[in-house]
T-cell receptor, first 111, second 115 residues
Framework: DAKTTQPPSMDCAEGRAANLPCNHS???????VYWYRQIHSQGPQYIIH???NNETNEMASLIITEDRKSSTLILPHATLRDTAVYYC????????????FGTGTLLAVQP | GAVVSQHPSWVICKSGTSVKIECRSL??????MFWYRQFPKQSLMLMAT?????????EQGVEKDKFLINHASLTLSTLTVTSAHPEDSSFYIC???????????FGAGTRLSVL
């Protein structure tokens, strides 16, 4: 699977939008971009995924650049409960469907 | 989202004993489940891929005789840590692959402490 690069940490003010970037410059045409988050001492929580179109659900929006080499996860109105490590993962849907986790971004939402 | 139940959430055992962790997909069938390990302040490390009705596939460096995986049904995979030692103390997390939604859902994790 292609590797991803994320900033190690970010701060965001409560109530503001949190924009988390991810670089995946070696992504292949059949690889999807997935976002998960992990709140301390819990299992990862699925947020959203996409291939090339922008996606939105009740949790977040995913913006993928036209060349697919980077993406941004947007939490529209961050709350203190959104403080977590956010992982951007690229994944081929196929026989193994493995998710390989990088180091992620620690998002700290400040009151 | 779909629910994956992992049990127990926390276990303490003596060195040399074996510990079994269960992972269940509650509202979908999972041909494939995965087991991860996470040490403090580190990311998740994939240990093995559990395939229903067949042998698990282990990642490089993971001892298959120490970490026994059984995936006997489409909703249950178990990880047994055999002859546990203090260095096996870690946070173990399972996930189940929902192929209809193309999403992997994770359990809440099991914190293992070996004394």
């Amino acid at each position: 699977d292609a590797k991803t690069t994320q900033p190690p940490s970010m701060d965001c003010a409560e109530g503001r939008a949190a924009n988390l970037p991810c670089n995946h410059s070696t992504i292949s045409g059949n690889e999807y971009v997935y976002w998960y988050r992990q709140i301390h001492s819990q299992g990862p929580q699925y947020i959203i995924h996409g291939l090339k179109n922008n996606e939105t659900n009740e949790m977040a929006s995913l913006i993928i650049t036209e060349d697919r080499k980077s993406s941004t996860l947007i939490l529209p109105h961050a709350t203190l409960r959104d403080t977590a490590v956010y992982y951007c993962i690229v994944r081929v849907l196929g026989a193994t469907n493995k998710l390989i986790f990088g180091t992620g971004t620690l998002l700290a939402v400040q009151p | 989202g779909a629910v994956v139940s992992q049990h127990p959430s926390w276990v303490i055992c003596k060195s040399g004993t074996s510990v079994k962790i269960e992972c269940r997909s509650l509202d979908f069938q999972a041909t494939t489940m995965f087991w991860y390990r996470q040490f403090p302040k580190q990311s998740l490390m994939l240990m093995a891929t559990s395939n229903e009705g067949s042998k698990a596939t282990y990642e490089q460096g993971v001892e298959k005789d120490k970490f026994l995986i059984n995936h006997a049904s489409l909703t249950l995979s178990t990880l047994t840590v055999t002859s546990a030692h203090p260095e096996d103390s870690s946070f173990y997390i399972c996930s189940a692959d929902d192929r209809q939604r193309n999403i992997q859902y994770f359990g809440a994790g099991t914190r293992l402490s070996v004394l």
